[in-house]
């Protein structure tokens, strides 16, 4: 646990030693609680925020302009919309909510969206949705334990595999830059890292059936971080590559958890066995990161490796830096 360390840094960016400062806030953005929040990643010029308040506003600024204003506002969730995800080419929308469904929304450009899916596999709350990086492959995960794959067949998305193994609330996961591993982390404690195999049995698509059930393949746990690790529920978890150009072979990078204990933690992801498993070990732990108070977010930041900002009940955002 000490091979590595996590430096606080509230003051100042990975490429200059100005301060953090709020550019802009968005007043009265919706009625309730906004629990998602994301950019567009093609252009990075718009946003979506998902709201309590059972809507997803759509945010731009046009050249020239100071402030951000709402050029859609996308309804249909019968309350709390938990989870908004932006495919990677920035064409598809992918919403979440208390109603135990998913929403994929098609954007047609200028602010102009439509549902094309409503699916309504779980049986229980979805807690968060996460596009694949290569594939278009949806990944829900909920408060009926399970994960779930979506995939599209002629503009039909259906649930392609079922992920079981958690024993309560899966609340949100993490790929790794390729897509060939995702991170999961659960109220039972545990993470997991699941791998894909392009094979699935008859048990399988007997247990998981269902009227949006078409199974094309599963996934296989292939790394359990045991519930002796995390104290209590595990919120958060990102997924950052090598931090540095000598990276060996097998080298998977670096995964961050965020967990209701108050404590911070980075483990080190390295494959073996030819890509059969992978080794997950606890590199670092940084107690009591927000006070006293949940850590309810971790994420990575995408394109200066080691830098970590984090957020918790105590209404802050940290910015760490991770030393190898």
Request: charged share 25%; aromatic share 10%; proline share 3%.
């Amino acid at each position: 646990m000490a091979d590595s360390a996590m430096e606080l840094d509230a003051n100042q960016s990975p490429k200059t030693s100005e301060s953090w400062q709020c550019l802009e806030t968005i007043d009265n953005a919706h009625k309730r609680t906004v629990r998602s929040v994301v950019f567009e990643p093609t252009r990075g010029e718009s946003l979506a925020t998902a709201s309590f308040d059972g809507t997803t506003a759509i945010w731009s600024r046009e050249p020239g302009e100071e402030a951000h204003e709402c050029i859609a506002t996308l309804e249909g969730h019968e309350n709390e919309v938990k989870s908004v995800a932006w495919s990677p080419s920035g064409q598809l929308l992918a919403t979440c909510g208390r109603d135990k469904s998913v929403w994929i929304w098609e954007s047609n450009g200028e602010g102009d969206f439509d549902c094309i899916s409503v699916l309504m596999e779980h049986t229980q709350d979805v807690k968060m949705v996460l596009w694949h990086p290569k594939d278009d492959l949806l990944v829900s995960f909920s408060y009926d334990d399970t994960i779930r794959v979506w995939k599209e067949d002629d503009d039909d998305w259906y649930s392609a595999a079922t992920l079981t193994g958690h024993e309560s609330t899966v609340w949100a996961g993490a790929f790794n830059a390729d897509g060939k591993y995702l991170a999961s982390v659960s109220d039972d404690r545990t993470m997991r890292v699941w791998t894909r195999r392009n094979t699935n049995t008859a048990e399988e698509s007997e247990a998981n059936a269902g009227f949006y059930y078409r199974p094309d393949f599963s996934f296989e746990c292939v790394a359990k971080v045991p519930d002796s690790i995390h104290k209590r529920a595990i919120y958060s978890v990102s997924w950052c590559g090598p931090t540095n150009s000598s990276a060996e072979d097998g080298d998977l990078g670096w995964l961050a958890t965020g967990c209701s204990d108050n404590i911070l933690r980075v483990f080190k992801a390295t494959e073996t066995g030819a890509g059969s498993s992978v080794d997950v070990s606890l590199k670092c732990a940084q107690e009591n990161a927000h006070g006293l108070s949940d850590i309810n977010c971790v994420q990575w930041n995408p394109v200066h490796p080691g830098w970590l900002a984090t957020c918790g009940d105590d209404g802050i955002v940290r910015i760490w830096h991770l030393e190898p």
